[in-house]
């Protein structure tokens, strides 16, 4: 269920999107959301983070193909996001400190500052930027 989620679904509407834009010739951006956890293995989490590191993959090979059509394709790779989700699974103070105390900021994302990233990426002001990760993990993988 995981890999039909977090990558089957991304892979086949991200199919619709670009075949509608390349055949109207309409530029643009996608973005897809991935996770810190693409790029660190998690304990337990070994199918999670295997699905989001083939979005990774999934997003660079995207953005070679659509380049020449003028669509770029980046990812964002959020930490703990604090949905309403992100707030039961994470509010217990002992089991977010471990995470926590591994995240130069001290804090979890909140929705906004994952929202301002995909803006910035789906903006002209990220013209040059195709098959990236915009890491928006307070710092995590640099701890």
Known sequence: RSLDVNFGAVLHVSQIVARQMIAQGVPGAIVNVSSQASKRALRDH???CSTKSALDMLSKVMAMELGPHKI???TVNPTVVMTDMGRINWSDPQ???AMINRIPLGKFAEV???VNSIL???SDKSAMTTGSSLMIDGG???S
């Open 46 to 48: 070994a199918v999670y």
């Open 72 to 74: 770029r394709v980046n």
């Open 95 to 97: 089991k977010s400190a």
């Open 112 to 114: 906004d500052d994952v």
């Open 120 to 122: 910035f990426l789906l």
């Open 140 to 142: 995590f993988l640099v």
